[in-house]
């Protein structure tokens, strides 16, 4: 199975509702940063990509007709050679609420975890291919200074118009929703259901809030630690 569809936009642009839609349509899997997290073995493979060098897209997208997001969409060129008659989409967003959501989601995430839980064996290979392929790669370390993320969002774009054969490329906001994507897939537009919006940022934070615990978890478990020693020595 080839892929079909390739997303090139950036990670916070609507790719998670662009997934659910996708799929909705039939193109059944669709690869995602979420996608390792269901299927470990990919971490490894990226882990592959990104700091090994290694290009062995036909392995990694077994099972999959289509992909967006991040890891994916940094490699959108090297897979639109690869697979040449995949369409590519290139997801949008304002730059300014994009560079927010990105900082309060995903790059919190990246922020907040402590290192000692990014060497541990099972987060290790996928916190080393994040920043990688994302805070590193795309983001050229720059992320910290907004006006130069929005620039290298902004870039992103045009090299990506300017990169892709019109007749290839969908330019897609979510917010248009349906129409425009089932006309660039040749496909009927579903007539039971409105266009899925998926918002994760509830969970993130959810998720944001356990890594803040886990941070003060040393000074915790030192302040126990001291009672403890109080306690015994006292009584």
């Not at 509702?17 to 995602?32: I, P, Q, T, W, Y």
């Not at 997801?91 to 402590?114: C, F, G, K, L, Q």
């Not at 870039?155 to 054969?165: G, K, L, M, N, S």
């Amino acid at each position: 199975m080839a892929l079909e569809v390739i997303g090139a936009g950036f990670g916070r642009t609507g790719t998670a509702s662009l997934r659910v839609a996708l799929e909705h349509l039939g193109f059944v899997k669709c690869h995602h940063m979420f996608s390792l997290g269901e299927q470990r073995q990919l971490v490894a493979a990226w882990h592959d990509v990104a700091l090994k060098g290694a290009r062995n897209w036909d392995e990694i997208f077994e099972g999959f007709r289509a992909t967006v997001d991040w890891p994916s969409t940094a490699y959108y060129r090297e897979l639109a050679e690869h697979y040449p008659d995949a369409k590519v989409i290139l997801s949008v967003r304002d730059p300014d609420a994009w560079y927010r959501s990105t900082r309060e989601t995903i790059y919190a995430v990246h922020n907040t975890m402590p290192g000692w839980v990014k060497r541990l064996p099972p987060v290790a290979p996928g916190a080393a291919m994040t920043k990688a392929i994302i805070w590193q790669g795309q983001l050229q370390g720059r992320f910290e200074d907004p006006e130069a993320a929005k620039a290298i969002f902004r870039q992103h774009v045009e090299d990506v118009r300017a990169t892709v054969p019109p007749d290839r490329l969908l330019v897609f906001h979510v917010r248009e929703g349906w129409d425009p994507l089932c006309e660039f897939l040749g496909v009927p537009v579903p007539q039971d259901r409105p266009f899925p919006h998926v918002n994760e940022r509830a969970a993130m934070k959810r998720f944001l809030l356990v890594l803040r615990l886990v941070r003060r978890l040393p000074w915790i478990l030192a302040a126990a630690g001291l009672a403890w020693l109080g306690a015994t020595f006292l009584f």
